[in-house]
């Protein structure tokens, strides 16, 4: 059992809550039953270390079974270890450290997908997250990260995911022009989601949400700028029928992902 806080290993774990930690190593942390079980369920073979409180896996069974059917050790760690190690205030019995797995853009757009979320400056990690988890709830095919949007593998957006970066494509670092371009190729329809766009009802009922589609989505203080709405085919808002001075970003993406999931499935 490890006991020491400050032991080397330990120190390891904990630094790759920060992006310079990550980069240079290509791991990622990984906390509480949840996140661990969805990693052991659907990519055992990115989990490189696993740790636990034996408290915690005897509540957890299932996350001992799926360790061993993926025949990975369960190293038993003290609550004050595991305090150490994690970047939550209160870390839920388990931390895990898991290699990167980034998805090419080009292979994203090589699947023929029907729906994509694309994220361009989104800097909020539990947005970020959070529209993971509603892309990959909404039946999306893939979610891209550009350049300039939040780390993906930042603790926040990963548990914000609730374990639904390991149940689609996700892609990194590209270019938003690039991104664009290929999804144009494989004959998708890009819609940016802003304020001054037109009526996401109106648009539905012209049937542009049945076609291919990528959603893009902006920055959540500064929306999307000029240039970038231009390179959009069509620009759409979701319409705010009461008193609420705006929309929170992942809300509206939720809400453009389904309405796109809907009428894809008539």
């Known amino acids: 059992m490890l006991e020491n806080?400050?032991?080397?290993?330990?120190r390891a774990v904990a630094k790759l809550a920060k992006k310079p930690a990550r980069v240079e190593t290509g791991l990622f942390l990984l906390e509480g039953p949840q996140a661990v079980a969805e990693a052991l369920t659907f990519r055992p073979q990115l989990v490189?270390?696993?740790?636990?409180?034996?408290?915690?896996?005897?509540?957890?069974?299932?996350?001992?079974?799926?360790?061993?059917?993926?025949?990975?050790?369960?190293?038993?760690?003290?609550?004050?270890?595991l305090h150490a190690m994690a970047d939550t205030v209160t870390p839920q019995g388990f931390v895990a450290v898991c290699r990167q797995f980034p998805t090419a853009v080009k292979d994203v757009f090589a699947a023929t997908p029907k729906l994509v979320a694309i994220l361009e400056e989104v800097r909020d990690p539990?947005?970020?997250?959070?529209?993971?988890?509603a892309a990959d709830a909404a039946g999306a095919d893939a979610v891209i990260f550009t350049g300039r949007a939040v780390d993906l593998y930042n603790?926040?957006?990963?548990?914000?995911?609730?374990?639904?970066?390991?149940?689609?494509?996700?892609?990194?670092?590209?270019?938003?022009?690039?991104?664009?371009?290929?999804?144009?190729?494989?004959g998708l329809t890009?819609?940016?989601?802003?304020?001054?766009?037109?009526?996401?009802?109106?648009?539905?009922?012209?049937?542009?949400?049945?076609?291919p589609t990528a959603w893009?989505?902006?920055?959540?203080?500064?929306?999307?700028?000029?240039?970038?709405?231009?390179?959009?085919?069509?620009?759409?808002?979701?319409?705010?029928?009461?008193?609420?001075?705006?929309?929170?970003?992942?809300?509206?993406?939720s809400v453009c992902l389904y309405e796109s999931a809907f009428a894809q499935r008539p």
Do not use: W
């Open 216 to 253: 893009l989505f902006g920055n959540e203080a500064r929306g999307l700028p000029d240039e970038q709405l231009a390179l959009a085919d069509r620009v759409v808002t979701v319409p705010i029928y009461g008193h609420a001075e705006s929309m929170n970003l992942a809300t509206a993406a």
């Open 190 to 211: 890009v819609l940016a989601a802003d304020v001054k766009g037109d009526d996401l009802l109106a648009v539905r009922r012209e049937g542009v949400l049945e076609q």
């Open 48 to 81: 490189v270390d696993l740790f636990a409180t034996p408290s915690a896996l005897e509540r957890h069974p299932d996350i001992a079974d799926a360790a061993a059917a993926a025949d990975l050790d369960v190293e038993f760690v003290t609550e004050e270890v």
């Open 126 to 133: 539990g947005n970020a997250g959070t529209i993971v988890r």
């Open 155 to 186: 603790p926040k957006v990963v548990r914000s995911s609730t374990g639904s970066i390991f149940h689609l494509p996700v892609a990194v670092g590209a270019e938003l022009d690039d991104v664009l371009i290929r999804a144009r190729a494989a």
């Open 5 to 10: 806080p400050r032991s080397p290993r330990v």
